[in-house]
């Protein structure tokens, strides 16, 4: 099986590179996939990886640089006299010397690209114009691209040369003489067509392409709905820049699922290129303490309510049963409506104009939500809490605190649920990333909420 | 621009099917690409779905109907007579056909898989053996293969016939007499090569592939570990079944994605093939009431704490201040640490052994943000309190009182730290989605021993 000879080769390669055996240790890397590389390499220690660099052949280790997180590229690169650093850096595919470029310091980026040659300094700098995040920073610039009226035999010639270079030669793209998009030609359609013919007799119209400036996000929307296999990029004169291709997609989704998620939970900061396991503990801390430190401030107006309403709490203590669990149950709606509505987002499928449909939908939801679980607990208590002998006091009678404790909870279900799907919403329109208003944030309003509309409620019931 | 073009057409097509205007209709779907057919068609009533189902060319719909949400499958098939389904049937792709199979009712399972041609009911049959979310469940049978000795010139002329059925041609795959995988070659290579020589000589060695009954989101973090263009899916023997597309990944990334932002979120049951929007409230009710059900019955266990430690909230009632504070921050640690060791599984990144170092990891970080937040709320305390003259009793010290809210707020977040990562690892030690140990599960089970934590060291240190 693949998959347990790969398992054998990378222990191999670990036991290789604790002995310092370069005999074990160059024929190793030649068989192992580049990100296995990286992956070994990223675990190892200062004394190993001075070992690795110094042992690892020259044509190999761009595509391992190239997976290597952020933190690690320029010390790394370091590593390297300059005749090396130029090798390395002159073999990257240009997309992933631009990326590397933008995460080192800007004393070493000068340096790196005064090594390059002026065609590579040239298409690295009009790569790196480009925000990391936009259509344009995640580019290639290897697309292959002939002119208007060039012949399928010529076009296959030129091919020829573009074997090593063209991050994928899955579809042509066909220009004018402005180098504006015309058309593209898929691979197979050249092979087997007549060679004497014109480009255009077999070209196919661009339906689809992405502004350089766009955000990477929406090239993920328009790659995974039109399942496509490139997606050619563009500026706003309609001359083709570059494409994007599928690994950059899958790469692209993968960094907003994890963005999402994180920020859903209230994890602040960039997500760290890093594994989970190899981001130091300071690391961790940093990205979770911002929003634990104001959350938990927002959490004293909470505590602060309970203060107010202390003679409600003190002549009924039985109200103390369900505080916590309608304080709660409004947490817990709201961040399901919220993830409902970040999703939703993300995948985009909510237009700006939907919002007054998310309103009536969110809203149908919550009072729905409310009078189920408001009725289950009504029920529960009737039937229940007499069993237990409850500490009422004589002005109340079972049916009223009942009647209290539901209603309490419908509201605060109802108006939790509109307010977990409504504050992403309001993030979007004031241009703030949705995910921002994170889970947690809601869930803490909604407990202050909460708890105004229980003691509330209890006062207007039971009068006390 | 393209983009704009493309909502002109939208606007157009649904004018037309307004109109019920076939000549404006069929121009209009042949321009625009399936996916946005499928999406204009999602969203028209039932009138104007039969309109579009008698008036659209036979030819286009079947990529249509695969765009389609599961739910939506069979009614519109039953909207066509039974010769016009087989030929729908017989012109999906295998694995598209396949998948629709799965979603129909048994009847009309049976009724569908009898129109088809016998060696396309054995291909299909054979793809539904495997479940929805495994490889083989998701693969296509079209790969494009050849067996070893075949000449360059020869596979080739072979290729021309799969021009319109292989999914793609990217790879071709080279598999022996008994069909299983030997080699691969690119398309490029074939191209560029001497047409004489056996496919032997350029073919490339295989190091990665999968089983057919893996999980698909395994296929999906191989694919993006490794860019892989093309994954070969083979049986336990090495037999070549079928290849996975990076299509079939971004969807499966889409899939998994939402799922463990829903399940993280409270929202149980199987993520809705509809868009938010489309889906019914009584949908979005089904999948959201359980789990707040479970987690208001479980948080009037926080309630029955409360009533239990009456006599010390009566005695200090300025303990309530700082009571939904100690509570939350344990619910919002516990839910950041569940998130990233979650999101850490998903990725691929914490292998069975690795237990050990999330502990560690998380009882420091615990540690950390506790003793941080603690003193942080300690110096708000000593320094702002004083000034709104609380309420304490004489036998309470201000200094006391700080250090029992302090000390149980460092307590409560190192400990529903941990229990955030641990919770999500032990569902995976014994065969849960880690996932389904929702973050709100979570809060709601530190929510009560928050309360204990918080009323234990008031009884401890205040001695009340």
Redesign the interface.
Known sequence: ??EES?ILDIEGLELAIKNRDAQAFLPATEEL?Y?DLASVFENLDDDERAFFTKTISLERFPEILAELPDTLIEETLERFGPDSQRSILSQLLDDDRADILQDVSSEARQRYLAMLKPDEQETTRSLMRYDEDTAGGRMTTNAARIKLGTSVKDT?DL??DY?DSAES??RVYVVDDEGRLKGKIR??E???SDRDSPVEDIMQE????ILATADQEEA?QI???????LLPVVDEY?RLLGVIT??D???I??EE??E???K????AGEQSEE???NTS?VT??KR??P???V???L??S???V??RF?HI??SI??L??????V???G???G??A???????MS?G??EAG?TS??II?EL??GL??GC??GG??AL?TLFILPAFNPPLPETVTLATFTLAVSLA?AAQ?TTSTLSGALLPLGARAIKLDPAVVA??AI??LV?ISG?VIYFTAAQGILGV
Chains 1, 2 share one sequence.
């Open positions: 099986m693949p790969r996939h990100a296959l091919l020829r074997k030669l899955a691979l197979r050249l092979a087997f661009i339906d689809i392409s993920a790659f995974a709905k039109y399942d496509m296999t309609d599928h690994d997609v899958i790469e989704m993968e699922s994890t999402d998620i994180e859903m939970s209230g994890i594994t989970y396991l503990v961790h801390f979770r303490f929003w634990l430190l959350l938990a401030l959490a004293i909470s505590g602060y309970m203060l202390e709490l003190s203590y039985l103390a049963l369900y505080l916590p669990m304080v709660a149950a947490g817990n709606t961040g399901q919220a993830a409902m509505v970040i999703r939703a995948l499928e909510l939907s449909s998310v939908k149908l939801l729905l939500l189920v679980l289950c607990i529960v909870l279900i889970a947690p869930t803490t407990d708890m």
